[in-house]
């Protein structure tokens, strides 16, 4: 809602405020030409806009073009409070500092983390833009809910702005053991800015075992179980809150007439006995070199017939500007290609590579059509691919094999599990997976289907919601 503040000016101050990297919109543009803002069709979006709705809630966040000053407008019952990046920061906060420092060092340093002081500042000065902006949307007593591994300071800052405030914070990525976490050059104020919420929530139990621990060890403050004290005795919370999925939405596009055709036909054009499915970001965390290695071996040792077995990766582009990516896409697909040069005929490439991103409808046709889905990431702080695959397995088909370091595998127990660093081993898992029977799998699917139906993204967000006012 859009009220006047105490400075007279037309600012507006919302009961809930949820503030990360992007906002909760992306342009369009209509067949007249005219431009126009859409909701972002993401899981986080989707499960926060109802509640936002009835909160009078404000989102900040950057609206994607740098170098761009947008004023706040209303979208969809919201306020939509864009907050300007120059083309240097989106080089230096984002694709540096986020992207090539705190992603690699929180997923276990699979690519070397880069520590430069210039991002660093970039960092500070952009998270307090964002703590700025929150401040000034958040009415009197509100509650601030902050997004992500981008804006890990805006918590202090914004305790330190707005005291009244109820604060949270979200991690979806993974939080490294302090082993690793040390290297950090900036880590006690990253640790401190975390701090600075009221409720800290991470994907799964040991993340917030590592942070608590942190805090102990680094900063030498208390921690009792999930709970750790400020040095002005304050006390904050830091505890897991595995993500997930609109899984009745994903189920009932999943059965929908057109997908369910679009299925048909996927299998009708793969003319395989049994497909084998990869979705993933082309990210060097999921994993993407070892499974298409492994598939490689199995088709060329014979494990797996070229003429009766394919595997579809989808590979969504992303963040083609960073080095490190450059380099990967690289890899696969010099792979890929060799692959399948070496085991495919005329027609007939063993692995469909598709560095592509589709509509959702098609997401979901290609999950129905698949007989084993494959999520083999190297580290993962949830991963919604896995349990988007379950939701669209209304036919109790289907099998899944899961990396035991994705956070999902907590949940998904009945996956068939893999350590994705040991080649032969998912060379097995993915052969039994295959081979399994149809009672087998439906046993395991229905226990997968039972977690994902009773787990959901509006689950997630209102528990989060009620802990965080509970505090
Ligand atoms: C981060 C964490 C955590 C992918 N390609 C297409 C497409 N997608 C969608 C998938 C899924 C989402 O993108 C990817 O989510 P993941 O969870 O698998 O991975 P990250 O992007 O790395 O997400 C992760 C997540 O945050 C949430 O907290 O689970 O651990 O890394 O929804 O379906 N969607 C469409 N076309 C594509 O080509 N429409």
Request: proline share 5%; with cysteine; charged share 25%.
């Amino acid at each position: 809602m859009t009220t006047s503040n105490e400075a007279g000016t037309d600012t507006p101050r919302a009961a809930l405020v949820v503030v990360a990297n992007r906002l909760a919109v992306e342009r369009t543009t209509a067949a007249d030409g005219s431009a126009g803002w859409q909701t972002s069709p993401g899981g986080l979006v989707t499960a926060l806009v109802p509640i936002m709705q009835a909160k009078d809630g404000a989102w900040v966040g950057w609206h994607g073009a740098p170098d761009e000053e947008l004023e706040p407008f209303h979208h969809d019952g919201i306020d939509m409070i864009p907050v300007a990046l120059s083309a240097g920061e989106v080089e230096e906060y984002y694709e540096g500092m986020s992207n090539a420092t705190f992603w690699p060092l929180y997923h276990d340093s699979v690519a070397f983390p880069e520590f430069h002081r210039e991002w660093w500042d970039a960092y500070v000065a952009v998270n307090r833009r964002f703590a700025e902006a929150a401040a000034s949307a958040a009415d009197d007593n509100g509650t601030v809910w902050v997004q992500d591994y981008q804006l890990q300071l805006v918590p202090s800052m914004l305790r330190e702005m707005r005291p009244d405030l109820r604060i949270g914070f979200f991690l979806h990525i993974p939080f490294p053991p302090s082993e690793l976490f040390q290297q950090l050059p900036w880590r006690r104020a990253v640790l401190e800015g975390l701090a600075g919420a009221d409720l800290v929530g991470f994907q799964v139990p040991g993340a917030a075992t590592n942070f608590l621990n942190l805090l102990r060890r680094r900063l030498g403050w208390d921690t009792h179980r999930q709970e750790f004290v400020r040095p002005d005795g304050s006390r904050g919370r830091a505890a897991a809150y595995p993500i997930s999925i609109a899984t009745q939405a994903f189920e009932d596009l999943a059965n929908s007439p057109e997908v369910v055709e679009r299925a048909a036909q996927i299998r009708e054009d793969l003319a395989a006995e049994t497909v084998f499915l990869g979705v993933d970001r082309l990210d060097y965390t999921k994993g993407l070199r070892q499974r298409v290695r492994a598939f490689g071996e199995l088709f060329t040792s014979g494990e797996l017939d070229p003429e009766k077995v394919v595997f579809v990766q989808v590979a969504t582009p992303s963040r083609e500007r960073v080095e490190e990516y450059k380099r990967l896409r690289d890899d696969i697909e010099l792979l890929v290609g060799r692959i399948n040069g070496d085991s495919g005929q005329l027609g007939r490439p063993p692995i469909h590579y598709l560095h592509q991103s589709f509509p959702r409808d098609e997401m979901a046709a290609l999950y129905r059509a698949a007989d084993v889905m494959v999520v083999t990431p190297l580290r993962d702080g949830m991963n919604l691919v896995a349990k988007e695959y379950v939701a669209c397995r209304s036919d109790n088909d289907g099998a899944l094999v899961l990396s035991e370091f994705a956070g999902a595998a907590r949940e998904l127990k009945q996956a068939w599990q893999v350590n994705p660093y040991d080649i032969d081993g998912m060379k097995e898992a993915i052969l039994a997976a295959g081979r399994a029977g149809k009672q087998e799998t439906r046993r395991r699917m229905r226990a997968l289907r039972k977690q994902v139906a009773t787990h959901d993204i509006d689950h997630w967000a209102e528990t989060f919601l009620a802990d965080l006012d509970a505090i």
